[in-house]
């Protein structure tokens, strides 16, 4: 309902109508006796505009409006109302000067006053600052930029419920992609775009009452328009964690600008608010296409994870990971370019910033090396879309791969050792065992899938491994994790066999002692290598007493394979060389001295069908053990030995010395029929002369015989399942249930004719059988023997439980005895719940 007006006299209403004419006067031809009826504020106001607009602005007068405004706070929105109306018309009428006068006196007046009713002062501001940027003129949109970021620098002393930046927000980003046709003017207002969202994010990210910066709809037009500007850059990769003091030259650089406005931004994320920012990133790489390139991503990302706080690393990876999840269909260039990206933010992040998920982590790195090999052995996506040729996508797949394992090698260093014990039992258990483990590669990539996957496994434990320092071996290769291990030491894959041999030393090396055994050569000083070692811990030797047998084992049967070449004998000698330093003590070094002199025999024998280098090569790792062990254990005797035969070998048998072996063109007979004398290492004299030093002797007299299983008496071995499920046939064909099920041979004619043709070799065999029997239990180690004898434990413990149960009877019965029909009493048996003990026997 609109308000009655007051009745005034005719006097008065002229004289209302008078000042407002004047009030629309511009300039300042007013007469004296008329411009006393205008209002105090607005003759302030008009005073601080000159003649001349080039005059600039009248300070002297400035001065009295800011005094005036300070000492009348609440005629400052009328000050700044009646400032907006002069500056529109300006704006309209082309009168720059007076624009630029007017923007300058409502800084000044901003920077001075900070009192309540500044909020409606603030809104006529605003206004003015849109009605500049909505010009067209370039100088105009510079100009409200700059009163704008001045204003954003001021911290109000009065909360404000009402007031939008949306405009502001579209408006700076809209500028941020100027394309302008001059450059250089095109350049300055992107810089001020860029500004603008700076002093945008500045006045608001601090600010409850205001909309939410953070919110997708902000961001998505702040965050991809620094982007921009920094793509349209030099592609340099961003300095340092914390940018340094820029020179002046420096701050006139959009790119330089746009860095610091986005690590300003990312600075201020708090733990709720990353995903909002770095959602629009991921678009944005995505929509250009700049996984590819990979170069300007990762210096994105490294800006994103310097500036963020380090507390919410973990939440950038895991946006990384599930964006790398999202794009598993994609080719494989945009895949490797997102991996890349995840393997720096790994190597940025402070240590545990994984977070808490940390197996899914590597689950997820895991699945995505799994769908690569399917994708390079399949060469289609879903099983219908052939994407590109067969080479170079295969190509392309085989980067991917690499770059997924570093990328877990990555992970695993920012990780503590125990959580990186995990991921080695996580890992292992992925590796896919036909048979044992569900195959984890598709149906359609097969057996070479299924030996693909086993090998980037394999490399991505190499990757964890490496580095990895721990006090305690027993926890650092746990059962649960050797024994799968050592197990894929016997397929007859050698790039599998390699892979386990490097797991191995990087996990017993805890001095850096590997690389110094790497070249197998006869050293005549090993002290030249530096090696350090320490004394022999309690946990190392319950370690040795449990696993040692396993790893000689392993050792041997390394030694053996025919498709062992150059670099398996190295780390095998390597492997031997970190056992002696890491894991020795006096039973130790006599098992390894024992397993040498077994490696030389091994060459010597005619029974196994090894080539010449294989036998020269296992010679020559003997040589150098025995050179290197000789020298630890500081015995004259035993070192003089071991340096006679070597000389010896200098001069007559070179081909059984590492020098002429392990080079790029092996200098080797054509066969080795006649090695014996003195060119070989002696048994009982090792044992003569250690025995004088106090080591056991009756140890070291007994040839070592690795123990076999059914498993190693296999010709050919295609792959670890089948040895697994092999042995687990024939475990289970030897148990005593099966012998009691297994039905009576059915004896025919040719039952009767076989037996009579090979009756002769039938016990001669037996004969040979029973030899190796007794044989074995006299001269095996008591390790052996009890791991032979252990699978009867259970047995001979049932038969005694049978007995337990027969001899001890329970007490009488209440009821008395039974009669039998004998005439002999017999107790009545009562149920172990009826019965009734004594208090003292009850616990």
Not at 21 to 47: I, M
Not at 283 to 300: I, P, Q, Y
Not at 521 to 543: T, W
Not at 670 to 684: D, I, M, P, Y
Request: with cysteine.
């Amino acid at each position: 309902m609109p308000l009655p007006v007051p009745d005034v006299p005719a006097s008065q209403r002229l004289a209302l109508d008078c000042r407002t004419l004047l009030d629309h006067r511009v300039g300042k031809g007013v007469c004296g006796c008329c411009g006393a009826l205008r209002p105090r504020y607005k003759r302030l106001v008009d005073n601080i505009f000159p003649e001349d607009p080039e005059d600039g602005l009248v300070k002297a007068n400035m001065e009295k409006l800011t005094f005036y405004a300070l000492s009348a706070p609440e005629k400052l929105d009328r000050i700044g109302a009646y400032l907006s109306e002069r500056l529109s018309r300006d704006v309209a009428r082309h009168r720059y000067g007076y624009v630029c006068i007017a923007m300058e006196a409502l800084d000044q007046l901003l920077m001075a006053c900070h009192c309540q009713s500044i909020n409606l002062f603030v809104e006529s501001f605003l206004k003015m600052v849109r009605k500049l940027l909505e010009s067209d003129k370039p100088s105009l949109q510079i100009l409200g930029t700059n009163s704008f970021v001045k204003f954003a620098n001021i911290e109000e002393d009065t909360p404000s419920y009402h007031r939008s930046y949306d405009f502001f927000v579209s408006r700076f980003s809209e500028m941020c992609h100027s394309s302008y046709e001059d450059p250089d003017i095109r350049t300055k207002i992107r810089m001020a775009g860029i500004k603008g969202l700076q002093g945008v994010v500045r006045k608001t990210v601090n600010d409850e009452l205001q909309a939410n910066i953070w919110d997708p709809q902000h961001m998505d037009k702040i965050v991809p328009s620094l982007l921009f500007n920094l793509q349209s850059g030099e592609r340099t990769e961003s300095r340092s964690p914390s940018p340094l003091q820029a020179t002046e030259k420096e701050k006139e650089s959009p790119v330089e600008l746009t860095e610091r406005c986005f690590r300003e931004l990312l600075g201020r994320a708090a733990y709720g608010n990353i995903k909002n920012a770095v959602t629009p990133v991921l678009m944005h790489l995505d929509n250009h296409s700049l996984w590819e390139g990979k170069t300007f991503a990762v210096r994105c990302f490294k800006i994103i994870m310097y500036s963020i706080q380090s507390q919410h690393s973990h939440l950038v990876i895991q946006q990384l990971l599930g964006h790398l999840d999202a794009n598993s269909k994609n080719s494989a260039t945009v895949r490797a370019g997102i991996v890349e990206v995840l393997l720096e933010a790994a190597a940025i992040a402070a240590s545990g910033s994984v977070g808490p998920t940390v197996l899914e982590v590597f689950n997820t790195l895991l699945r995505q090396l799994r769908l690569s090999v399917d994708y390079e052995l399949t060469g289609c996506y879903d099983g219908s879309t052939n994407i590109g040729t067969k080479i170079i996508k295969a190509h392309e797949e085989r980067q991917l791969q690499e770059a997924v394992i570093r990328t877990i090698g990555s992970f695993a260093n920012t990780l503590p050792t125990y959580q990186r014990s995990e991921v080695m039992l996580f890992i292992m258990g992925k590796i896919p065992v036909p048979g044992v483990h569900p195959a984890l590669s598709s149906k359609d990539s097969g057996p070479e899938g299924t030996r693909m996957i086993q090998v980037m496994l394999l490399k991505s434990l190499v990757q964890v491994t490496a580095g990895f320092d721990t006090t305690n071996m027993l926890t650092a290769l746990p059962t649960s994790f050797l024994e799968p291990l050592l197990s894929f030491s016997l397929t007859e894959d050698p790039e599998i066999r390699l892979l386990v041999l490097q797991i191995l030393l990087s996990l017993i090396d805890r001095h850096d002692n590997a690389p110094k055994f790497l070249n197998v050569s006869i050293i005549s000083d090993i002290s030249v290598l530096k090696l350090k070692v320490d004394k022999c811990s309690r946990q190392d030797n319950l370690f040795m007493k449990k696993h040692g047998q396993q790893l000689y084992r392993h050792i041997y049967l390394g030694c053996k394979e025919e498709s062992s070449g150059q670099q398996h004998y190295e780390a095998l000698f390597a492997l031997l060389g970190l056992l002696s330093m890491e894991l020795a003590n006096e039973e130790v070094v006599v098992d390894l001295i024992r397993l040498a002199l077994a490696l030389q025999d091994l060459a010597l024998s005619t029974d196994e069908a090894l080539p010449v280098f294989n036998r020269c090569a296992i010679h020559a790792v003997a040589a150098a053990y025995l050179n290197l062990i000789c020298q630890l254990t500081t015995v004259p005797a035993f070192c003089q030995h071991i340096h006679e035969v070597i000389e010896l070998r200098q001069k007559e048998t070179p081909y059984l010395l590492p020098e002429d072996v392990f080079i790029e063109n092996p200098k080797l007979p054509s066969s080795l029929e006649k090695v014996e004398g003195e060119v070989l290492f002696l048994q009982s004299k090792i044992t003569e002369v250690l025995g004088g030093s106090g080591y056991n002797t009756d140890r070291l007299a007994t040839p070592y015989v690795p123990q076999y299983t059914d498993e190693d008496r296999l010709s050919k071995r295609k792959s670890i399942g089948e040895t697994i499920s092999l042995q687990g046939e024939v475990e289970s064909r030897n148990s005593p249930e099966k012998e009691e099920r297994t039905p009576a041979e059915e004896i025919t004619f040719e039952t009767l004719k076989n037996a009579i043709v090979d009756s002769v070799g039938m016990e001669e065999q037996e004969r040979e059988r029973r030899r190796q029997v007794v044989e074995k239990f006299q001269k095996a180690p008591f390790e052996e023997i009890a791991a032979h004898c252990g699978a009867r434990a259970t047995l001979l413990q049932s038969k005694l439980n049978q007995i337990f149960e027969i001899t001890i009877r329970p007490p009488p019965s209440p009821s008395g005895t039974i009669s039998s029909g004998y005439g002999q009493t017999q107790s009545r048996s009562v149920p172990i719940y009826e019965m009734k003990f004594p208090d003292l026997c009850v616990y």
